[in-house]
């Protein structure tokens, strides 16, 4: 595909992310995966050796890499319940000299406390002199609001993800908006540096929406799962996270690669089915909380419905292998929305520079979460499924 031809495409998906961004169409630079989009914002804010970013102790391990692949240090800050952000005390008490950078993240989609999360950064770094940069890490909060504005659009910048199990899909992909304008020009004068995916990574692509849209059904699902987790921690597809990420601290080869058009088309029209799925997701939140709310469970507060998209419902549970194996037997998609600090880290959290010492609300979440599907159109056969577990529901 020609030069002219990519920029149309990518001019086209700018102008359908900005129905729900309204921000300035220069502001938005595509990726690969949504984890080069917070590498190169990362890098374009100056992060290395000796500096510290500030993240939660419940996230992708891929956040944590991109900090790493930088030799900057991450620090963890505990999490809310009541949101599965960052909690706001936790955070002031991790913050030093070398705070370089706040990482807030759209748990669920649900939002943090951005005002008073800037309001942090900006007294921070009076106190030492210098700026603390923030980033909305918006992964998993496409199309949701904060206070009635859009999620992405605070922050001196903030990134998302089209993976599959992200609110809109282009199989694998990110994308960053940057609203500080000094980082704005360095990332995109930065973007000379991607490379460009090869005719390998586009068949493979090409391939995975095929068998998304053919192959798998209710009866292929498990296996299929099965198989394409096994082939992606051995590299044999482009999986989410590749085996070397989930081991290691070491960026990986073709690391830093630009977005192919071939995902800006599928981009373009996943956006468009969007309000849909939303809809979807809302009614079916709704129903999970008027259940739980109603067994005297654990459920998301009634005043974080109204704004948020639920790309997950989160559900606590106890003895969650057993939970987990109900599930399978009834054919309960569940999430794994985050099993460790740094999920799905395959190595020892040191290796990530983690004390859970400072995260006893993390962990504790940690080991008893299960998400439900919130796109799921029988919502009545996944009530019916907890309905007989509400003794294993925390
Ligand atoms: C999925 C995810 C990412 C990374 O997105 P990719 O597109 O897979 O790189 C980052 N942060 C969180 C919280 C995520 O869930």
């Known amino acids: 595909m020609n030069a002219t031809k990519v920029s149309i495409i990518e001019k086209q998906y700018k102008a359908e992310l900005n129905k729900y961004l309204h921000c300035d169409e220069d502001a938005i630079f595509f990726y690969w995966k949504g984890r080069v989009a917070l590498y190169e914002i990362l890098r374009a804010m100056g992060v290395g050796e000796g500096d510290e970013v500030l993240v939660q102790g419940y996230t992708c391990v891929v956040v944590a890499n991109a900090i790493m692949y930088l030799k ?57 002199g210098h700026a603390i940069y923030t980033i909305e890490d918006c992964t998993h909060g496409f199309g949701g609001k904060y206070h009635g504005k859009s999620n992405g659009v605070s922050c001196d910048a903030s990134f998302f993800s089209t993976q599959w199990s992200k609110p809109f899909t282009t199989g694998v992909g990110g994308f960053s908006v940057i609203h500080n304008s000094d980082i704005r020009a360095k990332v995109k004068k930065n973007q000379a540096d991607l490379v460009q995916p090869g005719l390998k990574e586009v068949v493979e692509l090409k391939l995975m929406y095929f068998v998304r849209q053919y192959v798998i059904n209710d009866f292929t699902y498990w296996p299929m799962i099965r198989l394409y987790r096994w082939m992606s921690r051995h590299n044999l597809v482009v999986g989410s996270s590749s085996g070397e990420e989930i081991v290691g601290v070491e960026m990986p080869e073709g690391y830093l690669k630009a977005q192919s058009a071939v995902q800006m088309k599928k981009g373009i029209k996943s956006v468009k089915r969007l309000d849909a799925v939303n809809e979807l997701r809302r009614k079916n939140a709704q129903v999970y909380t008027e259940f739980l709310n109603k067994h005297g469970k654990y459920y998301v507060d009634e005043s974080l419905h109204a704004d948020h998209i639920f790309i997950r419902y989160p559900l606590l549970v106890n003895d969650r292998e057993e939970f987990r194996k109900r599930a399978e037997d009834a054919k309960v998609i569940l999430g794994e929305w985050f099993e460790a600090p740094v999920y799905p880290a395959d190595a020892s959290l040191a290796t990530w520079k983690v004390d859970t010492s400072v995260l006893p609300v993390a962990m504790d979440v940690c080991e008893h979460m299960v998400n439900l599907p919130t796109d799921e159109k029988n919502v009545a056969k996944v009530i019916a499924f907890l309905e007989k577990q509400i003794d294993l529901v925390q």
């Open 72 to 128: 900057a240090t991450p620090i963890y800050a505990d999490i809310d319940k009541k949101t599965f952000n960052m909690n706001l005390d936790s955070l002031k008490s991790r913050i030093t000299e070398k705070t370089k950078v706040i990482i807030c993240q759209n748990t669920y989609g649900l939002s943090s406390n951005l005002e008073e999360l800037e309001q942090i950064a900006r007294e921070y770094g009076q106190k030492y």
